[in-house]
């Protein structure tokens, strides 16, 4: 590869290419292509302008490939919001108290726009005077998604913005569902915040260690750590919640396909259409867990969830696509949009991916059309 001779670096006037650092070429390179220079025209400007012949056809690739593993190539979407959509849901169901639709089916620019939500609910508490904030992750591999981009954001605030934010609690209300896959038990998603960037920023953590699905009431009332726990998630100021749908494969509940086809059957025929948090919701509202002969253990329910939204809570749904097949969300977030017509208001904010929000405004729009319900 033709690189910069950086460790050999001469003093000269004329910006040759022995005068140049990696570090410089790599900058000259990235400055190009950001500002739309062709790869072949980067090519050319290193040969005719810095004087390396041997600067090939493959090396930009190269020295981008470089920068991106460093971090140094951040994107942020320029037409961030599809503000249309937002308000199509917005007339829809009138009680959300925001609704953002990303321009986007990247799941981590979903996590980012929620991160950034959520930063600025902090920014707005600690201001207010409010001392502690606890928040409390209900889901998988999108909540992780979310910390993932919480953490780096929390750690890009100046130290006097990070002073003026509440302590953070972040508090596992759900335990991790794929043994195999540790990146999705919540209490992994705790050490993106042990970064000491996010200093002085003062946050701690509560972990559940608990099985996975238990059979519905079992240890209630016995087990005295996990009531506690229980206790101290209705107290969370924010509930971060992921969906899945029924249908899905890769969702909490569509797993049970491939691992509990019983129960996933007795779930579909009762018109299950997925989960929140992990509790499944049909188009009458939340379902009992009888369903179950053993239930996904949450430390709060959807009832809870209910509550939380009446008492002014923040209670955020976060739709991504499926970081397996990348499909979309519609069919439960619309489920869940229209059981808040029948009185459950699960959740007060939501955000969700373009694709999810375009199917569900089609499916608004025939509901509105015909009068009556969809989607069943
Ligand atoms: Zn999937």
Redesign the pocket.
Known sequence: MAIGNGSRMRSGKKPLWENLTDEEVLSIVVNLVVRGTKLSGVVAHMRDYYGERNFKQSHPYLYLRRAAERGMLAFSLANGRDHVIEQKIRESCPGLKTVEVVNSVVPTDIADRAARRIIEWAQQRGDAGQAALRVGLMGGGTIMAVCRALAPALAGLAEDEKQRLPALTFQALAVGDNVREPLEDPASFFTYFADPWLNPLRRDYIAVHAPVFRAPGQHDGEDREFEQLRAEARSCDIVLVSAG?LD????FL?RLQSTAPDIWQRLRDANCKGDLGRLPVSLDGPMSLSLFEKAPCTLIGLDDLSAMVQENRRVMVIAAP??????HKAEIIQTLLEVRDKGFTLFSDLVCDSHTGRRMSLLTRGRLRSGGTIGR
Do not use: N
Request: aromatic residues 0%; contains cysteine.
């Open positions: 749908v899905d494969r890769h969702s569509g499926c970081g397996d097949c990348r499909a």
